[in-house]
């Protein structure tokens, strides 16, 4: 008999294996299923009831498989995260459920290195141990594990419900739902279609519901420019609207220094006519009054 530190090591190898093992079956199913439900939908969609009830038992079956694989995957995840406890010569009471689970589903399995994980841990505790676990009789294999193992056919209610994820996943009408809508149309015969009821909208209003109605308030001319007001802050607690007008335009300095030279000529000719036109009154021999010479010399002034 080998000694107990190479079995130990032994199983650990086989452990590691059977999860690598045992996750791929898995994918691999779950990719094979899907197909089989595609084809389920197509079969409900042609009308094929009784051919789908059939054959979607077989993906019932492979849903059942991969659930125990994944059983089994923990199991070994557990025995690989506690093999000190292999060490011993007894089974420890905390790995016994995973152990004689193991014993019992794994020739019911097609995976060689759990199968091979399961004759290393017979040899580690013995022949009656292994007969205890294949025929269960002290009730240590999971419940789980032996529900998941029994060869029955599915109930209907699980058929059907099967069915209907299927046709809801895929977008069937199925069951066929047309004698439930036409039902529906037949009670709702005293309620106004959609088109009725939008003719009924549709009505002319006579003149004394036009005179009774209630004029809007922006009925009449506006205006095409809208300037929203804006909204108060702290810095300016009454805001205005301004309007942007023509822009102020300012002369520049060569335009205010001609315009100042201009208004200084005219002033000065201005004075020049007024002196020589009151020579010319003297000369001509006419004296001005008093009150002519100072309406003259107000004019000088300004």
Wanted: proline share 7%.
């Amino acid at each position: 008999m080998a000694p107990s530190s190479a079995i130990v090591g032994k199983i650990k190898v086989q452990l590691k294996l059977s999860i690598s093992r045992l996750r791929m079956v898995q994918q691999k199913d779950t990719a094979i299923a899907k197909q089989q439900r595609r084809a389920m939908a197509v079969l409900l969609e042609q009308g094929k009831e009784e051919s789908a009830r059939i054959r979607v038992e077989n993906i019932i079956r492979s849903d059942i498989t991969t659930e125990l694989l994944e059983v089994l995957e923990l199991y070994c995840e557990l025995l690989l995260a506690r093999t000190g406890l292999l060490e011993a010569k007894e089974c420890d009471p905390g790995l016994e459920e995973a152990i004689k689970s193991i014993i019992y589903a794994a020739p019911r399995t097609d995976v060689k290195e759990l199968q091979q994980a399961r004759a290393l841990l017979v040899e580690k505790y013995g022949k009656d141990f292994a007969l205890e676990a294949v025929e269960n009789s002290d009730g240590k294999v999971a419940e789980r594990v032996l529900k998941k193992l029994r060869v029955e056919p599915p109930e209907p209610e699980l058929v059907t419900l099967y069915l209907k994820e299927i046709a809801r996943t895929y977008g069937v009408n199925w069951p066929r739902k047309e004698e439930s809508l036409d039902a529906q149309d037949d009670g709702d015969d005293d309620k106004p279609s959609g088109g009725q009821a939008l003719k009924n909208l549709e009505e002319p209003l006579t003149t004394d519901e036009l005179s009774k109605a209630t004029p809007p308030r922006d009925l009449g001319p506006r205006s095409p420019i809208s300037v929203a007001p804006p909204s108060p802050s702290t810095d300016n607690l009454n805001p205005r609207v301004r309007l942007p007008g023509p822009p102020e335009l300012k002369p520049g300095a060569k335009m205010s220094g001609l315009k100042k030279q201009t208004s200084d000529t005219d002033a000065q000719s201005t004075a020049t006519s007024r002196e020589s036109g009151a020579k010319k009154d003297i000369v001509g021999g006419k004296i001005p009054d008093v009150d002519e010479l100072t309406k003259r010399f107000a004019a000088l002034k300004r």
